[in-house]
């Protein structure tokens, strides 16, 4: 269980970590608060000198979005498929997609260089939620 934006949540009910951005905890103050065990994520934007200063501060892993219009993210900051490649270039922890992605399009960032996605719609807004959970998680398994 990641806890999005808040480490001190995360801290209070035992979490196995936290996903970070901008306007939140940097990855050392929430590796502080949370110990070495902890999975520390952190969204990028887009930017891969980011993505590079978040594996030096500790980082588990990075991710970037959104490569699709998304319910949740909206078209804001729509990043190009060709970024997970790019960045896999610069870092050795995992990369992650965030936004807008389904069972239609997951493959497109598999693809793409993707090592993980993460999703809310994708499942949640699917007819079958079990069978679309399955189909992402086996897809990146």
Same mark, same amino acid.
């Given at each position: 269980?990641?806890?999005?934006?808040?480490?001190?949540?995360?801290h209070a009910i035992?979490a196995?970590?936290?996903h970070?951005?901008?306007?939140?905890?940097t990855?050392?103050?929430?590796?502080?608060?949370?110990?070495?065990?902890?999975? !520390?994520? @952190?969204?990028?934007? /887009?930017? =891969?000198?980011?993505a590079?200063?978040?594996?030096?501060?500790? $980082?588990?892993y990075? #991710?970037f979005?959104?490569?699709f219009?998304?319910?949740?993210?909206?078209?804001q900051?729509?990043?190009?498929?060709?970024?997970?490649?790019?960045v896999?270039?610069h870092?050795? !922890?995992? @990369?992650?997609?965030? /936004?807008? =992605?389904?069972?239609?399009n997951?493959?497109?960032?598999?693809? $793409?260089g993707a090592? #993980?996605?993460?999703?809310?719609?994708?499942v949640?807004?699917?007819?079958?939620?079990?069978?679309a959970?399955?189909?992402?998680a086996?897809?990146?398994?």
């Open positions: 269980l990641l806890i999005n934006d808040h480490p001190e949540i995360a035992g196995d970590g936290v970070v951005g901008r306007e939140d905890a990855v050392p103050e929430a590796r502080a608060l949370l110990g070495p065990d902890a999975i !520390i994520g @952190v969204t990028c934007y /887009g930017q =891969i000198e980011r590079v200063e978040a594996e030096q501060e500790g $980082a588990d990075v #991710a979005g959104t490569p219009p998304s319910p949740t993210k909206g078209t900051g729509k990043t190009p498929l060709t970024i997970y490649r790019d896999k270039q870092v050795a !922890i995992p @990369v992650f997609a965030i /936004g807008g =992605i389904h069972v239609g997951a493959q497109q960032v598999r693809d $793409a090592d #993980a996605i993460s999703v809310v719609s994708g949640f807004g699917a007819p079958d939620v079990g069978a959970a399955k189909f992402l086996a897809m990146f398994t």
